[in-house]
């Protein structure tokens, strides 16, 4: 109990210092933290907000959206895509109807296509990152700038249908937008400012590619040759009209913005996570070698995903609390929250619940994906799961295919983050250049 020791010695009335301490430990050690408080204080109140820590007790904040909203950052975000979203709002008929529309866009269907696309594409970004290294005479390259980011992109142009956009200017503009609405949680003016900066440029530079699009000819009666990308997709379905569910241009734009700024960025950091995950464990990458290797990718597959449980890239996610409510009723650990508490559901705490998940500190890769909560859980877990699926262990998965492509001995763990919320660096030895 040493968080909480030193937590209860400082006086309640000491808020500003009862979160420094709480901050400072989340920082130098989340996961010992967060075990303490599964064990100690599974629902532990604090001048931040409520942290829920226990895996049936997330389960229930995150699916009982009429009582925990996403009101905590939703205006922010709505604010930054500069329109309606769907993930800002909860229940409402935009939210179902827009989650409904996304489905059709981004169907399980596309797993195969999107894996056999972002293998490509992967390989390609390798097979460059490793002829510049050659050429200036360097033996290793970076993993985030030279190949993770630039992946994650080129997929977004290709499948998602940003066409000709380069892809810093999709990394850079959606990774502000993304700290400004889920990471800026001291809410800098600053850091604000640039996020709904970056949302205009994205909004206007989504309304030019839709523009060109619909000159071309992009509609209901397009060419058969029409890209089959999502945004061709969006473009050429038409909704039921009058029944204020219609998708016009600009409704299409907050769509599309909305799926790279949930996408961009969470695609670049789990791959470069999960290979720091599974490198650092040496038993862990001999199984995810052998079965990167097989034809039938279920099996590697899993190993990409326990290995996002030990870092996944949202370990908490807040919620408001719009009416009084019983957390946990009937249980030891059961707490009334009153309307208007900011509630924290830590997802990365609840995949490490023993009382749920059996052997919770074992690297398993065979585990069942109930008990994984990487993309998120109840109303608001990931729309776009299917793709995701594909893209992510696929992106893992061409790098242990690559000879000698590995991070250098000793750096297993080095992700680098320059100073911000998300790596930005990892450094990895330049192998050969595929055959």
Partial sequence: MEFLAAYDAIPPT?????????????????????????EERPVFATPA?????????????????????????????????????????????????????????????????VRRLTARIADDALDRAVAVARIEGRTTFDCVQQYAAPVAARVAREYLGFGDVPEETLHTLSQRVQRAVFVNQERDPEVHASGVAAGKELHDIVAGVIARRRAGGAGPDAADDAPDDVLGRMLRTTLAPGTGRELGDERINHQLVGYLIGYQQNATQCAVTALKELVSRPDALAGAERAAAEEDTAAFDGHVWEALRFH????????????DHVLAAGTPRETRLAAGTVVHAHMASAMFDGTVVEDPETFRPDRTPVHNMVLGYGAHDCVGKYPARAIVPEMVRRVLLRPGVRPLPGGERALDYAGTPYPQHYTVTAGATAS
């Avoid at 000491?14 to 599964?38: C, I, K, T, W, Y």
């Avoid at 996944?312 to 009416?323: D, G, K, N």
């Fill in 49 to 113: 907000g409520v942290f829920v820590t226990r895996m049936p007790d997330v389960m229930e904040v995150l699916s009982t959206p009429d009582v925990f909203t996403v009101g905590v950052y939703g205006a922010a975000l709505e604010e930054a895509l500069h329109g309606p979203f769907m993930l800002a709002r909860d229940g409402a008929d935009l939210h179902w109807h827009d989650r409904a529309h996304a489905q059709l866009m981004l169907p399980a269907e596309d797993f195969g296509p």
């Fill in 312 to 323: 996944p890239f949202v370990p908490s996610t807040p919620r408001l609390c719009v009416r």
């Fill in 14 to 38: 000491d808020a500003a210092g009862r979160v420094g301490l709480l901050r400072r430990h989340m920082r130098s050690d989340g996961p010992a933290l967060l075990r303490e408080l599964r």
